[in-house]
């Protein structure tokens, strides 16, 4: 079975430092990648996604993940968060071929303090 | 971009009525459309996925007779929470894609969230 972990719970940052929120799924086939933010009171946004190709995509407002096959990662990074970036963070994959349902991580929560 | 709407965006209802959720495509014709459930501080949980046109894919341990899906049109689909419980509040989510296969993007409704006294 299908199976995303995201392992940090809760992220708390400063304005202006390093994020990395990291990402291990568990399946057998070939998988879509992707990365949603959830801000306060607001629904599901894309913030990136991997289907093939160049392992490092980039995303909107300054985010990017890395694909590493070999440990079944897909680590979201922003080199330096702002307040704004407080939210929600949820790492998802389907299955390349198939039903293309999303399954989803535990989500990992972001505060950014001014 | 693509938006999707859903209505309402909060209910309370007694145990033991039914509630109806709509979630509409506004801008695309969504062949395929989610629902999620998504428990406090916990993930989305896909609920079942539905096709216009046919019957819904319910996952496993979801009841199909108590939450009633209905994607009639290629911009509606509808879940009805039958003889709703208590156990039963929750928020719950939409969501669609407009082509088929997998990878797809899906986008998402804005949730509804639905209290049983």
């Known amino acids: 079975a299908q199976s995303v972990s995201q392992h940090n719970h809760h992220v708390i940052l400063s304005e202006a430092a390093s994020l990395e929120l990291g990402c291990n799924y568990s399946?057998?086939?070939?998988?879509?990648l992707f990365w949603y933010v959830q801000y306060p009171g607001q629904h599901l946004q894309l913030l990136l996604k991997?289907?093939?190709?160049?392992?490092l995509v980039k995303g909107i407002k300054g985010f990017e993940a890395e694909f590493i096959k070999s440990k079944f990662s897909f680590n979201l990074r922003k080199p330096s968060v702002q307040w704004s970036d407080t939210a929600e963070y949820f790492c998802?994959?389907?299955?390349?071929?198939?039903?293309?349902?999303?399954?989803f991580g535990t989500g990992t929560r972001l505060t950014v303090i001014p | 971009g693509a938006v999707v709407s859903q209505h309402p965006s909060r209910v309370i209802c007694k145990s033991g009525t039914s509630v109806k959720i709509e979630c509409r495509s506004l801008?695309?014709?969504?062949?395929?459309m989610f629902w999620y459930r998504q428990f406090p501080k916990q993930s989305l949980m896909l609920m079942a996925t539905?096709?216009?046109?046919?019957?819904?894919?319910?996952e496993q341990g979801v009841e199909k007779d108590k939450f009633l899906i209905n994607h009639a049109s290629l911009t509606l689909s509808t879940l009805t929470v039958t003889s709703a419980h208590p156990e039963d509040s929750s928020f719950y989510i939409c969501?669609?894609?407009?082509?088929?296969?997998?990878?797809?993007?899906?986008?998402f409704g804005p949730g509804t969230r639905l209290t049983v006294t």
């Open positions: 969501s669609a894609t407009g082509s088929g296969g997998a990878g797809y993007e899906q986008y």
């Open positions: 399946y057998g086939g070939t998988v879509n």
């Open positions: 991997y289907f093939s190709g160049d392992p």
């Open positions: 998802a994959v389907n299955r390349k071929t198939g039903a293309n349902n999303l399954f």
């Open positions: 801008d695309f014709q969504a062949t395929t």
């Open positions: 539905s096709n216009e046109g046919s019957k819904a894919t319910y």
